[in-house]
């Protein structure tokens, strides 16, 4: 034997795939997941989910979600961002999702409503298939805004520079200003409903 490492070969690329979430904020599982489906495609289309609408569960703007997503993906080119609105019907949405995006090899979602929507139409996976067992986050959107809320520390929840984006423009304050008590309420109203 020549004691030479043995050379795992990277797994094949992926022409096309897709994914869809709201990304409030980009975080560190995020970042994770976009960047291992950047290193898989050869192109990805990322599309940003409720881009009309403004709300505690959407607080940054679609520009403000465009500017952390190429903040996260810096250094990567083969991706494209779409708005997708939210329709309140299912099979409207995806036949609009569909359009946006074209055909697809590989759809990502962790949502099970809607891997139901698109289970006929495109091959699927879950986000963490792409990601190694090393780089997986365990962290949620929620749980970044929560903190928000709260006033406490939400910066090592997210990608280094996507904190100073939000901290220089003020968006985390913006955000306990118009959502927070609204966060925290209905954050208590869960916690209730879960203890009964």
Request: a negative charge; proline letters at 7%; glycine letters at 6%.
């Amino acid at each position: 034997m020549s004691g030479l490492p043995i050379k795992v070969e990277d797994p094949p690329k992926i022409n096309r795939i897709g994914m869809v979430a709201r990304w409030q904020p980009v975080h560190l599982g995020h970042a994770a997941v976009l960047k291992a489906l950047c290193r898989r495609a050869v192109h990805l289309e990322i599309g940003i989910g409720s881009a009309n609408v403004s709300d505690y569960r959407n607080p940054f703007t679609l520009q403000e979600v465009t500017d952390m997503l190429n903040i996260a993906l810096e250094g990567h080119d083969n991706y494209h961002l779409v708005p997708i609105s939210d329709l309140h019907n299912g099979p409207l949405w995806r036949e609009m999702v569909m359009d946006l995006f074209g055909d697809l090899d590989v759809f990502v979602s962790e949502n099970p409503y809607v891997h139901s929507l698109f289970d006929s139409i495109y091959p699927l996976a879950h986000p963490v298939t792409f990601v190694s067992p090393a780089e997986q986050v365990a962290v949620s959107g929620t749980l970044v805004r929560r903190r928000m809320a709260r006033g406490e520390n939400w910066a090592y929840l997210v990608p280094p520079k996507v904190a100073v984006y939000i901290k220089e423009h003020q968006l985390d304050e913006r955000f306990r200003r118009e959502y927070g008590l609204q966060t925290l309420a209905l954050e208590t109203v869960i916690e209730e409903r879960s203890t009964n």
